[in-house]
């Protein structure tokens, strides 16, 4: 009985991870040999989606790089590759490789194209992690394969393929590359291209690994030699674009496995002390390794700095040597410091705005009131030569801008210069200062006038 419950727990466990049931595999590879050729709205595709990469990756937009990788057309040629192989199709074979290797150079030079041209162009964080591949990106690329070529042999399309286009990362990498070469950074280009080899490869090596499993019909004949040959070749492959990765992922868990030890180092040691570590980095050259710290708090005695200095062999970080950078200052404080200084640079750019403002007042005002002493000059004229025909007594009227001479009053003030011939009474005076201060009042329509007299030899109306 135990042993046939047993069974029939593991055929239905076997059973749930069935992958023959739905296979379709004759319309899995028209599907794919349909998508290999790039032409058309695909090529358009290509292009847009490098584009929208490009910007995603020059702006560090995540959401316009997720939108690239779903329009991205490079899937098809390389899962063309690996499903070419392992049906025998050389035909096939040939079509998937130049395609790929025609939209991987149209790839390249429309993403060097762009950042030779953007005036953004400095390396984001979404393009530094792109250059250092390590062997958990190809785990990426082989699980990746195996969830796309498994999704897209089902004869009912699953919903999964979009995930797999986000995960697999095929455009990203390749415009990063781009990048290295627009801006001359080798260690961008070659990495971010081997990130690329990395998603190609393993994908189709995912490829070929499912339709062996599920068993896809061969379209030429293969004999027992040939098809250990092909293994031998697609396993010398794989081995060679894995062996750079794991030198990659040695030094990134060597990394790792440093910086948490020396956040063991801050915590048990330096905080330990009293210090306020504000902020830590490494210094490396070629002859030595530092740690150097940002402290806040009350400043360590030289004796504390050599007793911390002494237990970095403790926590294996016998390499380093430790340099200190202390304030005195609590944290506190320096973040109030902080405040008070942006508050004071607000301030001072509001004073500056302030003193430009009344600066271009001014300046209005001053070309203002020139205009309008032009157009009084020219109403004071027309009143003198009024007067002139009224009262032959007078010799002159003419106008003074005060304005213009007194440069810290913008009132308006006008004076009027009246001149009077020899021998006009004192009666006669008023009567015609009384009429001319009527008349300017009328003609410049305000109140603010000064009438200044004086005697002359000649009255106004002998005068030419």
Not at 372 to 397: I, N, S, Y
Not at 406 to 435: C, H, N, W, Y
Request: aromatic share 6%; glycine share 8%.
């Amino acid at each position: 009985m135990f042993s046939y419950g047993l069974l029939r727990r593991f055929a239905r466990t076997r059973n749930r991870f069935a992958l023959a049931a739905g296979t379709d595999s004759e319309g899995t590879a028209q599907r794919i040999e349909a998508g290999i050729d790039l032409r058309g709205e695909r090529a358009w595709l290509l292009i847009c989606s490098c584009l929208l990469a490009s910007i995603g990756l020059d702006t560090g937009s995540v959401a316009v790089i997720i939108g690239a990788m779903l329009i991205s057309p490079l899937m098809s040629p390389i899962l063309g590759v690996g499903l070419s192989t392992a049906v025998a199709d050389r035909r096939m074979l040939q079509h998937a490789a130049r395609e790929l290797s025609l939209a991987t150079g149209i790839t390249l030079g429309v993403s060097t194209l762009y950042f030779a041209l953007t005036p953004l162009g400095e390396p984001t964080s979404e393009l530094i992690s792109r250059t250092q591949p390590t062997l958990l990106d190809v785990g990426v690329a082989l699980f990746g394969g195996i969830a796309g070529i498994v999704a897209g042999s089902r004869r009912e399309q699953s919903l999964a393929l979009p995930g797999v286009a986000i995960a697999t990362a095929l455009m990203p990498p390749l415009c990063t590359a781009g990048f290295g070469l627009a801006t001359g950074r080798p260690a961008f280009f070659f990495g971010a291209l081997y990130l690329y080899v990395i998603n190609a490869i393993f994908i189709s090596l995912a490829t070929f690994g499912i339709a062996r499993f599920l068993q896809f019909p061969l379209r030429s004949f293969s004999d027992a030699k040939k098809r250990k040959r092909e293994i031998r070749l697609v396993s010398s492959i794989a081995t060679i674009a894995i062996l750079p990765s794991l030198g990659f992922l040695y030094f990134t868990v060597q990394e790792a496995r440093e910086t948490r030890r020396i956040g063991q180092f801050l915590t048990g040691e330096v905080e330990k002390r009293g210090g306020e570590v504000m902020r830590w980095t490494r210094v490396t050259s070629d002859d030595s390794s530092r740690i150097k710290l940002f402290l806040a708090g009350t400043a360590f005695e030289p004796e504390t700095v050599d007793s911390l200095t002494q237990s970095l062999d403790s926590y294996g970080l016998d390499r380093y040597g430790l340099d200190l950078v202390q304030s005195g200052i609590s944290s506190r404080e320096l973040q109030r410091m902080e405040t008070d200084v942006q508050r004071g640079i607000l301030q001072a750019l509001e004073i500056a705005q302030r003193a430009t403002d009344s600066a271009a007042a001014v300046t209005k005002a001053r070309s203002d009131s020139a205009q309008r002493g032009a157009v009084d000059t020219a109403k004071v004229r027309v009143v003198a030569r009024e007067l002139a025909q009224v009262f032959p007594e007078l010799v002159m009227v003419s106008y003074v801008s005060q304005n213009a001479l007194l440069a810290d009053s913008l009132a308006p003030s006008r004076t009027m210069l009246v001149e009077f011939g020899a021998g006009v009474s004192a009666a006669k005076q008023r009567e015609i200062l009384d009429r001319g201060r009527s008349l300017l009042q009328a003609r410049l329509g305000s109140d603010a006038v000064r009438l200044v007299t004086r005697q002359a030899a000649e009255p106004l109306s002998q005068r030419r």
